[in-house]
């Protein structure tokens, strides 16, 4: 059965069991659902036109991949993905870094895209998946960056020890083990590092509060939100409608997952 005719049954069997008064909950599944069908076909366009490269942003150029191991593709390729994020990455990079160690890596769009945007850096991409650590070394392989982009399993909080010293840029997005990998008693070395960790209180309650309380004493802390941001689309999405373009970005978010860049503290 094509992916049409999958996501047309599951809305008769949705339907078939609608309620005459839906509540919020359920409507709201309804048009997630709905919603990642569209950004699924706005994304088959935009490969037929453009393969898997990506169109902007910092990682304008990355040769990515056709399927997501997991979380929304569409914005990924068009380089609008976490867009908030950008301008702290570009100082990163102008500043220079010896390492970026990126826990949470999945297929490897911010490992492989930061290889890519520093190549004097080595990036140490962890993943307790095995299809994703694969997936990862593909996706180095495939932009020539694999003799840079060393890919291991579980990372402790011990671990960051071995990069004491080095201008170091931690990204981690665990699903709230956020909070179990970023413990500054167990790894002093974390108090000169560079960090942007996103919070996921949706899975772990307090995680965003646990971390700022961790790390204030020996960092700038910068909460950034998701925005709705304006980006330069290729030339046909003129052609799109005002909800194609909204769904074309979306990243799927449940509800917020604050970011936290922290810079550690001069002197």
Not at 106 to 120: C, D, F, I, K, N
Not at 155 to 172: C, I, K, N, S
Not at 198 to 222: K, N, Q, V, W
Not at 226 to 234: A, D, H, N
Request: overall charge negative.
């Amino acid at each position: 059965m094509s992916l049409n005719g999958e996501v047309a049954d599951q809305l008769r069997r949705t339907m078939a069991e609608w309620p005459a008064d839906p509540n919020d909950n359920q409507l709201n599944n309804l048009m997630r659902m709905i919603a990642r069908w569209r950004q699924y076909r706005i994304g088959q366009v935009y490969q037929r036109r453009h393969g898997t490269i990506v169109w902007g942003g910092v990682f304008q150029g990355m040769d990515y991949v056709a399927k997501a191991t997991e979380g929304a593709l569409t914005p990924r390729l068009l380089g609008a993905y976490e867009a908030e994020l950008h301008p702290h990455l570009r100082a990163l990079a102008n500043e220079g870094l010896d390492a970026v160690i990126d826990v949470g890596c999945a297929e490897g769009y911010y490992a492989v895209g930061l290889a890519r945007m520093m190549p004097q850096v080595t990036v140490h991409a962890h993943d307790i998946d095995e299809k994703a650590r694969a997936a990862c070394r593909a996706l180095a392989d495939k932009n020539g960056v694999g003799d840079r982009v060393v890919v291991g399993g579980e990372f402790t909080p011990q671990d960051f020890e071995a990069f004491a010293g080095q201008r170091v840029l931690v990204m981690v997005d665990a699903e709230g083990a956020e909070v179990d990998v970023l413990q500054p008693e167990l790894s002093p070395a974390l108090g000169g590092f560079n960090i942007i960790v996103e919070t996921h209180d949706i899975y772990r309650e307090g995680a965003l509060a646990t971390l700022m309380g961790r790390f204030s004493p020996t960092h700038d802390i910068i909460r950034v939100d998701q925005q709705f941001l304006p980006f330069e689309p290729p030339p046909w999405f003129d052609q799109l409608g005002h909800l194609d373009r909204l769904l074309a970005v979306w990243e799927w978010r449940v509800v917020p997952t604050p970011w936290l860049v922290m810079r550690p503290k001069a002197g």
